[in-house]
């Protein structure tokens, strides 16, 4: 039975937010799209989606709740509340965001029964422009053969040696040893390398830093020291360099300096690599143990391996980690659509 694919396309014109929105079936064409409009006040919702971050880290699922309901009715119109009311338990949901809004954690918001995360396959798109459209279709266009890396960056304090054993015995049987690499980079130069030779999925491994300040300059932390930022990942213009279908950046502790830093950093780290075609990227928006990392990944590739989608992958990864807030960490500012 083939699943409903619920699209929201969500725009900001200066203190409202209006949106678009429609469902299908799979295989049918776009459908009609409802309209619905809501004035926000942006600075409540950037200081409840900051609260929200700052919930993740105290694992009260409650609190997140009541946070995460509020949010949602500070920036959902009626008409889409009672569009969602109707939609079936793990459709796919995914919100086509203007890029000024990717800030606000849309799979944590409530609404009133359970996080959009927990009851769809939530996903969002950024609204792209026509040169990251012309990225996207060459992605898109190329067979990378299911070849996968795992890439280390600066792991200092990290326990990465299960992870790492774990990933391999999920997805090596499945794409072989010759399309199966672990590398470690030593500087940002020999990670750019590594992430532009065509891999189907990059699973990244290391620290990530944030610059409030200048958010172009957050990006991966390497072994010397050195930072593959966004601004540098943009940069990137040779039609050859095909960056992976997939990037995980499950283990990335997103150094912020803010309390938005954490949702900040995953949204400008997606961007860029929107910028270059990537079409799904997944990260942490708060601090995560090793223990719940690894649980995510395992059920995260085991998914993965089986042929499920990204999205189904994703929501049986939070299931498996649903015992905590683990579940509530990562984002997944990418396309999801049917694989």
């Known amino acids: 039975m083939s699943q409903r694919l619920h699209t929201a396309i969500v725009e900001l014109e200066r203190d409202t937010l209006i949106y678009r929105y429609g ?35 105290s694992c009260d699922v409650s609190i997140l709740a009541q946070l995460g309901e509020r949010l949602y009715n500070c920036i959902i119109p009626d008409e889409l509340t009672v569009a969602l009311s109707t939609e079936e338990a793990h459709d ?9 809004i990717s800030w606000i954690p849309w799979e944590l918001l409530f609404d009133g029964t359970a996080f959009l995360c927990r009851r769809f396959q939530v996903a969002r798109s950024l609204l792209k422009s026509g040169a990251e459209l012309e990225a996207a ?12 890396l795992v890439l ?45 030779k065509d891999y189907d999925i990059c699973h990244f491994i290391g620290h990530g830093v944030f610059s409030q300040e200048y958010p172009e300059d957050s990006g991966w932390r390497f072994r010397r020291g050195d930072v593959l930022t966004c601004a540098q990942i943009r940069q990137i213009s040779s039609p050859g360099a095909i960056f992976p279908r997939l990037i995980v950046a499950n283990s990335c502790d997103s150094a912020r300096s803010g309390d938005a830093g954490a949702e900040a950093y995953v949204s400008t780290l997606y961007r860029s690599f929107l910028a270059r075609g990537v079409p799904h990227y997944i990260g942490t928006i ?6 719940v990392s690894r649980v995510f990944s395992q059920s995260f590739y085991a998914q993965v391996a089986c042929g499920k989608s990204i999205g189904e992958s994703l929501l049986a990864a939070r299931e ?6 683990g579940w509530a960490t990562e984002a997944q500012p990418h396309k999801q659509a049917p694989q």
């Open 286 to 291: 708060a601090r995560v143990s090793d223990d």
């Open 137 to 148: 279709k060459r992605r898109a266009a190329r067979n990378s053969r299911g070849k996968v």
């Open 320 to 325: 498996a980690a649903s015992a905590g807030i």
């Open 92 to 100: 796919n949901l995914v919100f086509y965001l203007d890029p000024e």
């Open 152 to 196: 280390l960056g600066d792991v200092s304090r990290l326990a990465v040696d299960e992870e790492i054993e774990e990933i391999q015995s999920i997805l090596l049987p499945r794409v072989g040893n010759d399309h199966f690499d672990i590398r470690s980079a030593e500087s940002k130069s020999d990670a750019l390398a590594l992430l532009t």
């Open 23 to 57: 469902w299908r079936q799979e295989a049918e064409s776009a459908p009609p799209l409802g309209k619905g409009a809501k004035k926000v006040d942006m600075h409540e919702a950037a200081v409840l989606a900051a609260q929200i971050t700052r919930a993740l880290g």
